[in-house]
Nanobody
Framework: QVHLVESGGGLVQAGGSLRLSCAAS????????MGWFRQAPGKEREFVAG????????DHADSVKGRFAISRDNTKNTLYLQMNSLKPDDTAVYYC????????????????????WGQGTQVTVSS
Protein backbone atom coordinates (compact mmCIF):
# COMPACT_ATOMS: atom_id res chain seq x y z
CA GLN A 1 0.00 0.00 0.00
CA VAL A 2 1.17 3.49 -0.88
CA HIS A 3 -0.28 6.33 1.16
CA LEU A 4 -0.24 9.77 -0.42
CA VAL A 5 -0.96 13.06 1.33
CA GLU A 6 -1.13 16.35 -0.55
CA SER A 7 -0.47 19.72 1.00
CA GLY A 8 0.24 23.28 -0.05
CA GLY A 9 -3.10 24.25 -1.51
CA GLY A 10 -4.81 27.47 -0.64
CA LEU A 11 -6.16 30.74 -1.90
CA VAL A 12 -4.01 32.85 -4.17
CA GLN A 13 -4.55 35.78 -6.49
CA ALA A 14 -4.25 35.41 -10.22
CA GLY A 15 -0.63 35.65 -11.27
CA GLY A 16 0.57 34.23 -8.00
CA SER A 17 2.34 31.00 -7.21
CA LEU A 18 1.83 27.94 -5.09
CA ARG A 19 3.89 24.85 -4.49
CA LEU A 20 2.03 21.64 -3.85
CA SER A 21 3.65 18.72 -2.10
CA CYS A 22 2.69 15.08 -1.93
CA ALA A 23 4.27 12.96 0.74
CA ALA A 24 4.38 9.23 0.09
CA SER A 25 4.65 6.49 2.65
CA UNK A 26 4.39 2.74 2.58
CA UNK A 27 5.97 0.91 -0.34
CA UNK A 28 8.18 3.79 -1.33
CA UNK A 29 10.87 1.39 -2.53
CA UNK A 30 8.74 0.71 -5.60
CA UNK A 31 9.91 2.38 -8.79
CA UNK A 32 6.65 4.12 -9.43
CA UNK A 33 5.74 6.99 -11.68
CA MET A 34 3.73 9.80 -10.17
CA GLY A 35 1.37 12.41 -11.44
CA TRP A 36 -0.84 15.33 -10.60
CA PHE A 37 -4.47 15.53 -11.59
CA ARG A 38 -7.09 18.16 -10.91
CA GLN A 39 -10.83 18.39 -10.86
CA ALA A 40 -12.72 21.65 -11.10
CA PRO A 41 -16.39 22.01 -10.14
CA GLY A 42 -18.61 20.58 -12.83
CA LYS A 43 -15.69 19.12 -14.76
CA GLU A 44 -14.10 15.72 -14.97
CA ARG A 45 -10.73 15.03 -13.48
CA GLU A 46 -7.91 15.87 -15.84
CA PHE A 47 -4.23 15.13 -16.12
CA VAL A 48 -1.92 17.95 -15.12
CA ALA A 49 1.59 16.54 -15.07
CA GLY A 50 3.47 13.30 -14.70
CA UNK A 51 6.99 12.32 -13.76
CA UNK A 52 8.96 9.12 -14.02
CA UNK A 53 10.53 7.50 -10.99
CA UNK A 54 13.95 8.69 -12.15
CA UNK A 55 12.73 12.28 -12.26
CA UNK A 56 14.34 12.90 -15.63
CA UNK A 57 11.23 12.34 -17.73
CA UNK A 58 8.23 14.61 -17.26
CA ASP A 59 5.02 15.38 -19.07
CA HIS A 60 2.81 18.43 -18.65
CA ALA A 61 -0.65 19.09 -19.99
CA ASP A 62 -0.85 21.78 -22.65
CA SER A 63 -2.94 23.94 -20.36
CA VAL A 64 -0.12 24.24 -17.83
CA LYS A 65 3.03 24.04 -19.93
CA GLY A 66 5.37 26.89 -19.18
CA ARG A 67 3.61 27.66 -15.91
CA PHE A 68 3.67 24.45 -13.87
CA ALA A 69 6.61 22.19 -13.17
CA ILE A 70 6.47 18.74 -11.64
CA SER A 71 9.41 17.35 -9.72
CA ARG A 72 10.19 14.74 -7.12
CA ASP A 73 12.70 14.01 -4.42
CA ASN A 74 12.86 10.28 -3.90
CA THR A 75 15.15 10.64 -0.90
CA LYS A 76 12.29 12.45 0.83
CA ASN A 77 9.52 10.41 -0.78
CA THR A 78 7.93 13.63 -1.92
CA LEU A 79 6.34 14.84 -5.14
CA TYR A 80 6.04 18.53 -5.96
CA LEU A 81 4.07 20.73 -8.29
CA GLN A 82 5.35 24.26 -8.65
CA MET A 83 2.56 26.42 -10.00
CA ASN A 84 3.36 29.87 -11.34
CA SER A 85 1.29 32.48 -13.16
CA LEU A 86 -1.85 30.97 -11.74
CA LYS A 87 -5.14 31.67 -13.44
CA PRO A 88 -8.71 31.43 -12.14
CA ASP A 89 -9.17 28.46 -14.48
CA ASP A 90 -6.57 26.61 -12.41
CA THR A 91 -9.01 26.51 -9.51
CA ALA A 92 -9.59 22.87 -8.67
CA VAL A 93 -8.91 20.10 -6.22
CA TYR A 94 -5.46 18.78 -7.00
CA TYR A 95 -4.65 15.12 -6.49
CA CYS A 96 -1.37 13.30 -6.56
CA UNK A 97 -1.23 9.72 -7.73
CA UNK A 98 1.23 6.87 -8.01
CA UNK A 99 1.55 4.26 -10.74
CA UNK A 100 3.46 1.35 -9.26
CA UNK A 101 3.60 -0.57 -12.54
CA UNK A 102 5.91 1.84 -14.33
CA UNK A 103 9.63 1.42 -14.57
CA UNK A 104 12.31 3.99 -13.96
CA UNK A 105 11.54 6.08 -17.03
CA UNK A 106 7.86 5.47 -17.71
CA UNK A 107 5.09 8.06 -17.49
CA UNK A 108 1.37 7.78 -18.01
CA UNK A 109 -1.32 10.43 -18.35
CA UNK A 110 -4.19 7.97 -18.08
CA UNK A 111 -6.09 8.26 -14.85
CA UNK A 112 -7.10 4.61 -14.72
CA UNK A 113 -3.49 3.46 -14.87
CA UNK A 114 -2.65 5.03 -11.52
CA UNK A 115 -2.95 2.78 -8.51
CA UNK A 116 -2.93 5.06 -5.48
CA TRP A 117 -4.39 8.48 -4.87
CA GLY A 118 -4.16 11.17 -2.27
CA GLN A 119 -7.13 12.91 -0.72
CA GLY A 120 -6.64 16.09 -2.70
CA THR A 121 -5.83 19.67 -1.82
CA GLN A 122 -7.90 22.67 -2.82
CA VAL A 123 -6.37 25.39 -4.96
CA THR A 124 -8.43 28.51 -5.44
CA VAL A 125 -7.24 31.31 -7.69
CA SER A 126 -9.07 34.60 -7.42
CA SER A 127 -9.13 37.39 -9.96
Amino acid sequence: QVHLVESGGGLVQAGGSLRLSCAASGRTFWQYAMGWFRQAPGKEREFVAGIAWSGYSTDHADSVKGRFAISRDNTKNTLYLQMNSLKPDDTAVYYCAADVNRGRSGITSYENEYDYWGQGTQVTVSS
